[in-house]
């Protein structure tokens, strides 16, 4: 159920004490208990068949180590990942200094921003939209790891145009959102390899392009057990109503997508697995109207299945940008279903 908050309300909601973990999986076929056919299961892989000719997942995730360094109780490792068979893609892996076995982990999701150089180092430096700074150390200090990728056309990776890169995929039967949620998949696949991490605690965390590819991870893969999406839930029918549709860079847009899903069907295939989302009430890229409706169906199935405290929805009077109360709001989320370490 959605909360609506101001800039000046006080306090961060913080519930300790509740963890959600589940069994580390890229999904399932298997019928439910009822000998009926698990349609959520169906529903993913139909999701997945509109993201194109995406590369195969049969092949291990290569990883290889360019550097590392350790400062200020972190460590940070520079990777290069072989996710898709066709460009390299760097990554940075960061964990607190000195840990010891499996802990948690936080997917981080870069966001767009028109700041094509950025990618990854978004985790270390920031993001404009991020009013109270990079992540980093908020998630280190609370004893979780952190993986987060270039993105196709980001950070490393950076070079061709946008729109070029979206006609190319195109013609070749690809489709770059696709592409990109390909990458995330595999990252997925890369931090379940790792000793240091628990494959049962795997948290995705992103804001605005970041916000959307979280969901989008989180619906498409059970492997992530908590969902934290930042100001980019949008309900793709009111974008349109409300004429929205510029605010979104070409790499947004699915063919035939909502011929065949909503924008809450889509995030209805988290469910009953934790999931904040924050949005601002002036965001022109998640108009009000279609927060509403996104909130009205996700409060409905997070209660028919009996987990209504898994999902929240966070409004505050502001435009597109993270606040304090959401950044607490995120982490305090994060503390409840991911655990410490």
Partial sequence: MADVLTRRAAGSGTEAG?????????????????????????????????????????????????????????????????????????????????????????????????????????????????????????????????????????????????????KEMLWQGRVLWGMMVHDSLRALDYLCTRPDVDPARIATLGLSMGSTMAWWTAAVDERIAVCVDLCCLTDFHTLMAVKGLHGHGIYYFVPGLIKAFTSAEINGLIVPRPHLACAGLRDLLTPPAGLERIDEELTRRYREAGVPERWRLIQEDTGHGETPMMRAQALAFLERWLGGR
């Avoid at 350790?70 to 990554?91: C, S, W, Y």
């Avoid at 921003?113 to 939209?129: F, P």
């Fill in 18 to 166: 509740h963890q959600f973990t589940r069994s580390p999986s890229g999904g399932s076929t298997a019928p439910r208990a009822d000998g009926c056919p698990d349609m959520t299961a169906q529903r993913r892989q139909q999701l997945l068949a509109l993201l194109g000719d995406l590369p195969p997942r049969t092949c291990p995730v290569v990883a290889r180590l360019i550097g590392q360094d350790e400062r200020d109780g972190r460590v940070v490792e520079r990777l290069e990942l072989d996710l898709n068979g066709m460009e390299a893609v760097p990554a940075l892996f960061v964990r607190p200094a000195g840990s010891i076995g499996r802990r948690p982990v936080v997917l981080y999701q870069h966001a767009h921003g028109g700041n094509y150089r950025l990618g990854k180092q978004e985790l270390l430096e920031g993001h404009g939209d991020l009013l109270q700074g990079p992540y980093v150390d908020d998630l280190l200090h609370r004893g979780w790891s952190v993986l987060a990728i270039d993105h196709w056309l980001f950070g490393e990776r950076s070079g061709r145009d946008e729109l070029d890169l979206f």
